[in-house]
Nanobody, 117 residues
Framework: QVQLEESGGGLVQAGGSVRLSCTAS????????MGWYRQAPGKQRELVAT???????SYADSVKGRFAISRDNAKNTVYLQMNSLKPEDTAVYYC???????????WGQGTQVTVSS
């Protein structure tokens, strides 16, 4: 069954904005941390932002001040609002959720974000 369903992404011009969403299946219990990672061609997957169930956030230095992560616990959904996009933000963006103590972790299928200059 589908565990994480991502939406959003696509092609955007530099300076533009995109919003990503990721909804976790109700079968995943006790979700704690939700986050976004990205992988550009030829590069390793890297952390973009995370948010705990209590709302504590963490961001990669490269996106601070431009991206904002949020979540709706009632909907098991995490969002990533990406503003002032740059060509170097081009990547496949992956949603990840984990349970308490990282007992279980789940990845989304990835969604492409392409920023044209």
């Amino acid at each position: 069954q589908v565990q994480l369903e991502e939406s959003g992404g696509g092609l955007v011009q530099a300076g533009g904005s995109v919003r990503l969403s990721c909804t976790a299946s109700s079968s995943i219990l006790s979700i704690n941390t939700m986050g976004w990672y990205r992988q550009a061609p030829g590069k390793q997957r890297e952390l973009v932002a995370t948010i705990t169930r209590g709302g504590s956030t963490s961001y990669a230095d490269s996106v601070k001040g431009r991206f904002a992560i949020s979540r709706d616990n009632a909907k098991n959904t995490v969002y990533l609002q990406m503003n002032s996009l740059k060509p170097e933000d081009t990547a496949v963006y992956y949603c990840r959720v984990s349970t308490h103590m990282e007992t279980y972790a789940y990845w989304g299928q990835g969604t492409q974000v392409t920023v044209s200059s």
